[in-house]
């Protein structure tokens, strides 16, 4: 009787041992993916995560915007400010690194409560912009300048999302990013120059303009000069996320 009970305790062990090395999802902890949303902005993304326990996984992220027109640049600007920037082109890169914190099933699976932080860099082309002097003849002159700079953000957020695995063997991913956001701060200097040599009444006029553009989630001062002007940017840096990935777990 007490060879049978060791024997049937041995074998019930190994049944044990054995569902839970089938059960485990230790042989797929990693996933490659990108947000195919992103690509209509022009922003080329790679992210890989990496599963640490059922309910903590490790997200990290690159993307780069290849030089081209602002995204929506006619949701910030009125249109006679849009059409003061000629030929403008801006490129930009990021990388986040995200932890997430999934709840229900896990291991990957599941919605999501992620909060991460947010490296971003971006920069313009030499464009041409032009501004209207109001001269003391009563008559309107066009200056134009020649601008481009660059500036560089970090920023803490918060996003929500909730992770599908499309096949039966769980290989393909969906990754929904419900809604995210960050914000932080900024840095970055911008200059526009001219040909012409600016009176002081010119130069007024100028850091006037550039002030009024108003533009949101941004703080920038201006200073002017006999050449043109400098903007100094130095304040809170915004943004949101959301969009939809598709990906591979090995």
């Known amino acids: 009787m007490k060879k049978s009970f060791i024997i049937i305790s041995c074998l019930l062990c190994s049944v044990t041992e054995a569902q839970e090395n089938t059960d485990s999802p230790q042989e797929k902890m990693n996933i490659v993916k990108t947000n195919v949303t992103a690509y209509a902005f022009r922003n080329i993304n790679l992210s890989y995560e990496r599963v640490i326990n059922q309910w903590f996984s490790v997200n990290i992220g690159f993307g780069t915007m290849p030089e081209g027109k602002v995204p929506f640049i006619n949701a910030f600007l009125k249109e006679e400010d849009e059409k003061r920037f000629q030929n403008l082109r801006v490129k930009a890169t990021h990388f986040t690194v995200e932890p997430r914190f999934y ?14 932080y947010r490296y971003s860099d971006l920069s313009s082309n030499t464009f041409d912009f032009y501004y209207d002097y109001n001269g003391p003849d009563g008559n309107t002159y066009q200056i134009p300048l020649k601008g481009g700079g660059k500036a560089k953000g970090n920023s803490g957020g918060l996003m929500v999302g909730v992770q599908f695995f499309l096949t039966r063997n769980q290989n393909l991913i969906l990754d929904l990013w419900i809604a995210g956001a960050h914000y932080g701060g ?65």
């Open 186 to 250: 900024g840095k970055g200097d911008f200059s526009m120059t001219s040909d012409f040599v600016l009176t002081p009444d010119m130069q007024a006029q100028l850091k006037k303009e550039i002030e009024d553009l108003d533009l949101p989630f941004v703080k920038y001062t201006v200073e002017t000069n006999a050449s043109g002007a400098k903007i100094k940017v130095d304040g809170p840096w915004a943004g949101f996320r959301s969009g939809l990935s598709l990906g591979y777990r090995f």
């Open 103 to 116: 709840l229900g099933k896990g291991y990957g699976k599941g919605f999501y409560i992620a909060p991460y």
